[in-house]
């Protein structure tokens, strides 16, 4: 692969270690390709995916003077299993690749069982995608799936693209165990399969609602949230979401577990509707979880605040004395501030009491490194209203 020289303005300390570098910082790039030797003052200053388009001219891979290739690929995948099975203790489903965070520029790669799903969004890595793919073949996997269609990709001038790249058997279902329940898992579902992120929050949440009546899932997609409340003894969990096939693994999943199949009521429609609907049927909760997609996909917050003020509100009239409220935001322009910012607005119309019991984050398997704070993007509170 030819290798570009590219020297940047400034030096070092301007830099540190953060993993993007924007074009207006570039003082002259020598050659044609994507995979770049980056020199500040003269100096070695690391190996970087090239976009000769982007206002993102250059993300790094590495520190050392390398290329991209399949055996890189293969030590980065060994790391990022050491950390996750063997320091956090994940087994069978975790996010191997959280992008920059695991230097994988825009390569995210969750594991299920014995194969994985990648979502490529940086232009490096589309490029240099046999590279990735002859990596996960050379760690033993027996099968990779992949599901680029990120609004991230768009950014970098990418069109989707979706397919298998290997399989050894007919794949159509995934079974994984994650905290002692069996999850089927949809590939060329949503996302990956899973929102693995919130697999530390669905225990949470799930040990802190233990034994409630009736608890309402919001968003549930195929139940993570469901089937931790159904662990927990939670008698009786309502499940919305616009997704029907997603409710119909919801329903596999509870009876694959073992739990009878009327504890879970399914309603495939939209929240807002349905949170309408039972106010006026005057049905009530003792637990209610609110797991939205994204509602700010930019720096534009304001309509995420109106989306989170009517979620709030109508979680309080629904919610009885003393009920739990767990919420969450996915996008990470909106930050804690916003979410207990609305909260307290629709409290203060309502005269109810909201405590917070736990503040949430995005599961350990997607890292934050320091130099690169916007890795952070999924938040949540679990409070108890009077
Ligand atoms: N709680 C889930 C993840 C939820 S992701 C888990 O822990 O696994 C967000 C979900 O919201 C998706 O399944 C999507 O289909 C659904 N969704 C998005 N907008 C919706 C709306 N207005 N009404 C109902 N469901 C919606």
Redesign the pocket.
């Known amino acids: 692969m030819p290798r570009i020289r590219v020297n940047l303005k400034g030096k070092p300390s301007d830099y540190g270690l953060h993993p993007w570098i924007f074009r207006d910082r570039v003082k002259g790039v020598i050659g044609q390709g994507f995979e770049a030797a980056v020199y500040v003052k003269g100096k070695f200053f690391g190996s970087a995916f090239y976009n000769p388009e982007g206002k993102l001219a250059l993300r790094f891979y590495s520190r050392d003077e390398e290329d991209f290739t399949a055996g890189l690929v293969y030590s980065r995948i060994k790391r990022a299993r050491y950390e996750r099975e063997k320091i956090l203790g994940f087994k069978n489903a975790y996010r191997l690749f959280f992008a920059e965070a695991d230097n994988m520029p825009g390569i995210i790669a969750d594991v299920y069982g014995r194969g994985a799903v990648i979502q490529i969004s940086s232009y490096g890595a589309d490029k240099l995608r046999r590279e990735i793919v002859e990596g996960f073949r050379m760690a033993g996997y027996r099968w990779l799936y992949e599901k680029s269609d990120s609004y991230a990709r768009r950014q970098e001038g990418l069109e989707p693209y979706e397919g298998w790249h290997f399989y050894d058997e007919e794949i159509s279902h995934v079974w994984v165990e994650i905290n002692g329940l069996k999850f089927r898992v949809p590939i060329g579902g ?1 996302k990956t399969g ?2 693995l992120d ?1 697999r530390l929050n ?1 225990e949470i949440v799930g040990r802190t609602m233990r034994g409630r009546s009736r608890v309402l899932d919001a ?4 139940g ?2 469901t089937l931790h409340l159904l662990k927990y003894g939670v008698e009786k969990v309502v499940a ?4 029907g096939d ?1 409710l119909g693994i919801l329903r596999e999943n509870v009876e694959a577990n073992g739990f009878h199949k009327k504890t879970v009521e399914t309603f495939t ?4 509707d349905m949170l309408d609907s039972f106010l006026l049927a005057h049905e009530r909760f003792d637990g209610i979880v609110l ?3 994204a509602f700010a996909k930019g720096r534009n917050v304001s309509g995420a605040r109106r989306g989170y003020f009517t979620l709030f509100d109508r979680a309080l009239r629904l919610l009885d004395e003393g009920g739990l409220l767990a919420v969450f935001s996915c996008s990470r322009h909106i930050g804690f501030d916003l979410l207990e910012g609305e909260m307290t607005r629709a409290a203060k119309r309502l005269l109810r009491e909201v405590k917070i019991l736990y503040k949430l984050h995005q599961s350990p398997d997607h890292p934050v490194p320091v130099y690169f704070p916007d890795a952070e993007y999924l938040r949540g509170f679990l409070a108890i209203v009077y």
Do not use: H, K, L, R
């Open positions: 949503q899973m929102y919130q669905w968003f549930s997609y195929t993570g949230f919305i979401d616009e997704d997603a429609a939209n929240v807002f797991d939205p997609p």
